[in-house]
């Protein structure tokens, strides 16, 4: 889980415009506050400390959204023909180079991090290091990078991007990856949530995982007042971080009061409908996989 930096210290806001190098010393960055987090709290991990974390990423999703907004859609980059005989998009081969580059610097060495395309033929540079093992290591495998991946291209994306062509696929390749890496760790932080529940009260869980009862297990995990409450954080949040300012006037352009139309660089009801039928729902799609392997 990132610890995040001050919005005004971040490079998010410049990052799209910058170098490969930039975006991977970023995506080294954000690492190693990662492990940080990782080290200094798992011996203490709460349901509730876990919870003010997964808070603090919604800040990230959202302007991430924010700042792949900024370009238009530019399908071509989906598409396998621009590449000739690579026979992949132009967006996966951008994320499976920068994932092998991230990869030889030990990215995916500590757990909280899982690459979408897990195939590396370089040596790894970075020093070995051993990363606290609360995982139940036969369940720890969990993953559901692919249909996060289809989810983001299929339904996400023409969501919240313009229907248009500006050239520029290098920049939302790396605004794509930026995305899916913070949904994906998002998600996947489902395996640290159902190993403390577990923890909490195995008794309650046992009895669904031996009779494999994803359905008892999908009850037990689910808080419908706490869903609530994160759908309509998520919303206020990309209300106030997307809010289009115009200082022409010295007003907002949302200044209901003056009349005028509020505008937003993402629909906030797009970051709501994320959480609302993906991110919640895949995360506890993660917590029932993990659960059903706790006993192996």
């Known amino acids: 889980m990132p610890l995040l930096l001050p919005y005004?210290?971040?490079?998010?806001?410049s990052m799209t415009h910058s170098s490969p190098l930039l975006i991977f010393l970023y995506s080294?960055?954000?690492?190693?506050?990662?492990?940080?987090?990782?080290?200094?709290?798992?011996?203490?991990?709460?349901?509730?400390?876990l919870r003010a974390s997964l808070e603090q990423q919604e800040d990230f999703i959202v302007i991430s959204l924010i700042e792949r907004a900024r370009y238009p859609y530019n399908s071509i980059a989906y598409h396998p023909s621009i590449l000739g005989n690579h026979n992949c998009s132009f967006l996966e081969l951008f994320v499976r180079e920068t994932e092998a580059l991230e990869a030889r610097f030990g990215r995916y060495q500590n757990p909280e991090e899982l690459p979408f395309f897990p195939v590396y033929a370089q040596p790894r540079l970075a020093p070995p290091?051993?990363?606290?093992?609360?995982?139940?290591?036969?369940?720890?495998?969990?993953n559901v990078s692919k249909i996060i991946w289809d989810m983001y291209l299929n339904d996400l994306l023409p969501l919240f991007t313009t229907k248009a062509d500006d050239g520029n696929y290098q920049q939302i390749a790396a605004s794509d990856l930026i995305c899916l890496q913070a949904l994906s760790k998002r998600i996947h932080y489902g395996r640290y949530v159902a190993e403390i529940k577990f923890r909490d009260s195995p008794h309650d869980y046992i009895p669904a995982i031996k009779a494999k009862d994803?359905?008892?297990?999908?009850?037990l995990l689910t808080f419908?007042?706490?869903?609530?409450?994160?759908?309509?954080?998520?919303?206020?949040?990309?209300?106030?971080?997307?809010?289009?300012?115009?200082l022409g006037n010295?007003?907002?352009?949302?200044?209901?009061?003056?009349?005028?139309?509020?505008?937003?660089?993402?629909?906030?009801?797009?970051?709501?409908?994320?959480?609302?039928?993906?991110?919640?729902p895949f995360t506890k799609q993660v917590e029932v996989d993990y659960l059903l392997n706790r006993l192996n």
């Open 224 to 246: 419908t007042s706490v869903e609530e409450a994160v759908v309509k954080r998520v919303f206020k949040k990309a209300e106030i971080f997307g809010q289009i300012v115009n």
């Open 28 to 49: 080294l960055f954000s690492l190693g506050f990662s492990s940080f987090w990782c080290c200094a709290t798992l011996a203490s991990l709460t349901i509730d400390s």
């Open 250 to 280: 010295n007003n907002v352009t949302g200044d209901k009061s003056k009349g005028n139309e509020i505008k937003y660089k993402v629909d906030p009801y797009v970051a709501s409908k994320l959480y609302q039928e993906w991110v919640i």
């Open 129 to 142: 290091h051993k990363f606290p093992n609360f995982l139940y290591p036969p369940a720890a495998s969990t």
């Open 8 to 13: 005004s210290l971040s490079p998010m806001a």
């Open 214 to 219: 994803r359905e008892t297990l999908l009850t």
